[in-house]
């Protein structure tokens, strides 16, 4: 299983865990990063990842987010397929940076986890115009713990 994190989901473990649905994603967000650890599944990460994470406001959480993406399997390098891809996605309303993730994950093959609501419905209502799939990380774990089952 090939996975790629937003980042807003490696924030998720750092955020106020008084809200349900925000404890539930932490603790997917950090089963899905044991199963990395364990050699499960490959997280890729990339440099993308790396600026958006450099441009974190709270130095003491930023710190915190890298020493989490220390973790990943693989640090993917944007090409420039990934570049003119991420112009076409940009097209369709993703953010740049959002545009640039999803461009790398579909150059990965691996499965685009987010808990921004609003990139998740784009890419829902766009699915068709993309190459990769786009998840909750909560929601897709427990529908990936059931086709285990």
Not at 8 to 37: G, K, M, W, Y
Not at 56 to 81: D, F, I, T
Request: proline share 2%; charged share 25%; glycine share 2%.
């Amino acid at each position: 299983m090939q996975i790629r994190l937003d980042v807003c989901c490696l924030n998720r473990p750092f955020d106020d865990q008084s809200h349900d649905r925000i404890r539930l994603e932490a603790e997917a967000v950090l089963l899905i990063l044991t199963r990395v650890q364990n050699e499960d599944w490959v997280w890729y990460s990339s440099d993308v990842l790396l600026e958006e994470i450099e441009q974190m406001p709270n130095s003491k959480r930023r710190e915190r987010v890298v020493q989490l993406n220390a973790h990943a399997s693989e640090v993917y390098q944007l090409s420039e397929v990934d570049i003119a891809r991420a112009k076409v996605l940009a097209n369709l309303g993703f953010s740049g940076m959002d545009a640039l993730h999803l461009a790398c994950a579909e150059s990965c093959g691996a499965v685009f986890l987010t808990t921004d609501d609003r990139l998740f419905r784009r890419a829902v209502r766009l699915a068709d115009q993309l190459q990769v799939i786009v998840e909750n990380p909560l929601h897709w774990l427990v529908r990936l713990q059931e086709s285990e089952s």
